[in-house]
């Protein structure tokens, strides 16, 4: 059985840096790309963006480069997301999910992490 | 400001039809790239309901329906249940941004 297992939710202080986790189980991790998906809340989901586990190549929706990192050790089959320097804007639910092979729609999902951030 | 355009809301009665239009361009969906759409229930994950336009993944019932022409998609739903009530989400590939876009999402109310 696929799954995807976040890390828990998180409260930070504006500035400081976060790393969370979305470890995958179930299937062969590097064989498959990981996405990254954003729920602000009451809003929308958006695309951060996509990272392969095989050799960590990375695709940045635009509005998100340079704002998160996303990076995945296949030792332990987990995907993270970073950041560096917190704002109250990155408040919001985060979703991984995995993708089908060579495809674009995301086909199983994580149960989601909570970031809070707030002075 | 997502470049897939839904409408906010749209209701029925149980056991009616509703549809649910995803307007997007010909960057997107008018390229075209494949449309895809996601069904949320209060306080879960999104979950797949509707992969390359028209196809339902395996336990989705056949009550959920897509389709696309042009530069737009619709999500259609019959014999509405309470059940249904969620946020619904469309999803597309975009060259202009070299990335895939989610619609601005709609919520289904039950009458």
């Known amino acids: 059985e696929v799954q995807l297992v976040q890390s828990g939710a998180e409260v930070r202080k504006p500035g400081e840096s976060l790393r969370i986790s979305c470890q995958a189980s179930?299937?062969?991790?590097?064989?498959?790309?990981i996405a990254w998906v954003r729920q602000m809340p009451g809003r929308g989901l958006e695309w951060l963006g996509i990272?392969?586990?095989?050799?960590?190549?990375?695709r940045y929706s635009p509005s998100f480069q340079g704002q998160v990192t996303m990076s995945a050790d296949r030792s332990i089959s987990t995907a993270f997301l970073e950041w560096s320097s917190l704002r109250a804007s990155d408040t919001a639910m985060y979703y991984c999910?995995?993708?089908?092979?060579?495809?674009?729609?995301?086909?199983?999902w994580g149960q989601g992490t909570l970031v809070t951030v707030s002075s | 400001q997502s470049v897939l355009t839904q409408p906010p809301s749209v209701s029925g009665a149980p056991g009616q039809r509703v549809t649910i239009s995803c307007t997007g361009g010909?960057?997107?969906?008018?390229?075209?790239?494949?449309v895809h759409w996601y069904q949320q229930l209060p306080g879960t994950a999104p979950k797949l309901l509707i992969y390359?336009?028209?196809n339902r993944p395996s336990g989705v019932p056949d009550r959920f329906s897509g389709s696309k022409s042009g530069t737009s998609a619709s999500l259609a739903i019959t014999g509405l249940r309470a059940e249904d009530e969620a946020d619904y989400f469309c999803?597309?590939?975009?060259?202009?941004?070299?990335?895939?876009?989610f619609g601005t999402g709609t919520k289904v109310t039950v009458l």
């Open positions: 999910a995995r993708l089908p092979y060579l495809r674009d729609f995301l086909e199983y």
């Open positions: 179930g299937y062969s991790f590097t064989s498959y790309w």
């Open positions: 990272i392969s586990p095989s050799d960590s190549d990375t």
């Open positions: 010909s960057s997107n969906i008018g390229a075209p790239y494949d």
């Open positions: 390359g336009d028209d």
């Open positions: 999803q597309s590939y975009d060259n202009s941004l070299s990335a895939s876009v």
